[in-house]
């Protein structure tokens, strides 16, 4: 868990890049906000909240999703469900803002209005989206992140089955339909270890081995490792797990084993050495949990957004 003092710095350095990646300011907004909060600097979050708010667009639905998170962590109940209410009347035309309120209002024991987010966010899934379910790979979709979720909470309440429910595999079907693939009825997946940079790593990385390293980058990069990890996930049955390197880290068990950074083989013994020190991160993380590639915000709000 990073300190205050590491929150606070992230925080800043994120703000300090929203002029250099206007692109992206929507997404900085969301994860400065998170690491401000994460330090207890709320006002300074609750701001930046609302100003990704006013950007407008899908980011801005998320955004609203976000600032009543922050708000009902402040006990700020009656601004929070406004918060909600001004998303539900903005009607976003995507399903993941309304799947975030469904989250939101269930971690906080509200099933019933759970229900009714999750049946927002089903109602805008496409017809091709809703096919794909019973696909070998639909448990993966976000189609059937919501389906399932909705079928969760309408089961809490009692509520009898429907045809939307029984549209995805559940819980027991999807080690079955891994078994399919691998042609085994007990897999045993193997597991992929990735040797990544830490956020602060990855930029210092470059400075010192510019040949290994040739993006400075972090957004980009995190974001195309990401992909690469989803992309392995569609076609493998094993588990991956991050091995977080910093660069001073690498640099320091080069020079007491007479290693070069630069070498594979190195670094490979490095991330052996950090294993073993607890460093490894298994991916993809929980929604609610933190982030696997470093940021303050929860997986579902950073890399794990659709």
């Known amino acids: 868990m990073p300190s205050r003092a590491e929150l606070i710095r992230d925080a800043q350095d994120l703000e300090a890049s929203l002029d250099e990646f206007p692109d992206e300011r929507d997404d900085i907004l969301l994860e400065a906000a998170e690491a401000w909060r994460a330090a207890g600097e709320h006002e300074r979050a ?8 006013d950007q407008g667009g899908e980011s801005g639905a998320e955004a609203r999703v976000a600032l009543a ?24 035309a995507t399903p993941y803002p309304y799947q975030l309120a469904a989250e939101l209002v269930q971690e906080r024991g509200d099933l019933e209005q759970a229900a009714h987010w999750y049946d927002m966010a089903a109602a805008r899934l496409t017809d091709e989206e809703l096919e794909g379910l019973r696909e070998e790979l639909g448990f ?7 389906v399932a979720g909705r ?23 999807v080690p079955d339909v891994l078994a399919r693939l691998t042609g085994r009825l007990t897999p ?29 980058d972090v957004a980009a990069v995190v974001r195309d ?20 390197m ?3 880290g690498l640099a320091g068990f080069a020079e007491r084993t007479g290693g070069d950074p630069a070498s594979a083989a190195t670094r490979a013994a490095f991330a052996e050495e950090v294993v073993a020190a607890g460093g490894e991160v298994a991916w993809p993380p929980a929604r609610n949990d933190r982030c696997w590639c470093g940021s303050a915000a929860k997986y579902k709000k950073c890399c794990g957004r659709p």
């Open 46 to 53: 609750l701001a930046l909240l609302g100003e990704a708010v």
């Open 69 to 92: 998170d922050a708000l009902f962590d402040l006990g700020r109940v009656e601004e929070a469900e406004a918060a909600l209410e001004e998303l539900r009347r903005s009607r976003p």
């Open 140 to 146: 993966l979709s976000i189609a059937h992140s919501i």
């Open 151 to 173: 079928r969760r909470v309408r089961e809490a309440l009692g509520l009898p089955p429907d045809r939307l429910d029984e549209s995805a595999a559940t819980s027991d079907e």
């Open 188 to 216: 045993a997946p193997p597991r992929t270890r990735v040797l990544f940079w830490t956020r602060d790593g990855l930029a210092e990385a470059h400075r010192r081995w510019p040949e290994l390293v040739q993006d400075d």
């Open 225 to 244: 490792r990401e992909l690469a990890n989803r992309e392995l996930a569609a076609t493998s049955t094993g588990k991956i797990t991050m091995v977080l």
């Open 246 to 248: 910093s660069a001073d």
